[in-house]
């Protein structure tokens, strides 16, 4: 059980090759318990950028603040506040601030020592996770 | 790959014994190929809540609007916006809101049919979901 505001969650400076003004919260993690997936706050600077790379894990994100954009292989989007991104795992990406003020989102990650289940043929086709269902 | 305002994410009736007037977006989910975890959206009108309950999985949630209660067995905590909140398994639970405005949450759940892993003393000890480095 946690609850703070994310102003208290220390920020931290993003060291990874490749990132220029970006810095990390992570709100919740395997450090407060959470057994699956973790859930951080991005801070980019003005013409800050995470790092263009690829991984073995996807990244659900929500835009709280700025605009940006999304960089693929061969491809742009932009996006904007309380936009939703979903990048699959294993596609090369990057996120830009392309605004004047500090871009802010939130990305979910598993845990990379947590099993992983690839595709949703795999599914059992429980109705909760498909969002046929309506659990809280 | 998705890229969508929040806004264009279908608002449905949580109809969940106990829910009081509370909607959800499922912003990404197994629908997405999302492997792992459904990102979600509430919105709780004044007076709303969602149901008191308890379940095997866990909760990781953002406030993006509004004031709220969170209800624990025997205990409550007031909520603002940009409060960052950590729900275990098996824990009691319910957010009420206590303001005047519609309150909106995040709520991320792991996909039902995912493997789970419990403790934190299982891990591998992974730098990255421990939040002692700095992944994108």
């Known amino acids: 059980m946690k ?3 994310f102003a208290d969650v220390k920020l931290e400076d993003v060291n990874v ?3 220029v003004g970006t810095k990390i919260r992570w709100l919740i993690s395997q450090k407060d318990d959470a057994p699956n997936f973790a859930l951080r ?3 980019v600077q ?3 950028m995470t ?3 690829s991984h073995a894990w996807e990244h659900e994100v929500f835009v709280l603040e700025g605009q940006g954009e ?3 292989a061969g491809e ?3 996006f904007k506040r309380y936009d939703v991104i979903y990048v699959d795992p294993e596609i090369f990406h990057q996120f830009k601030n392309t605004g004047e003020t500090v871009m802010k989102f939130l990305c979910i990650v598993p845990h990379e020592d947590a099993p992983k289940k690839k595709m949703r043929e795999e599914s059992s086709g429980n109705p909760f996770a ?3 269902a309506n659990n809280c």
């Open 51 to 53: 790092p263009f790379h």
């Open 46 to 48: 003005p013409n800050g």
């Open 41 to 43: 706050m991005f801070e």
């Open 130 to 132: 498909a969002g046929t």
């Open 17 to 19: 090759e490749g990132a």
């Open 76 to 78: 742009k989007k932009p």
């Open 70 to 72: 999304l960089v693929l």
């Open 3 to 5: 609850l703070v505001s």
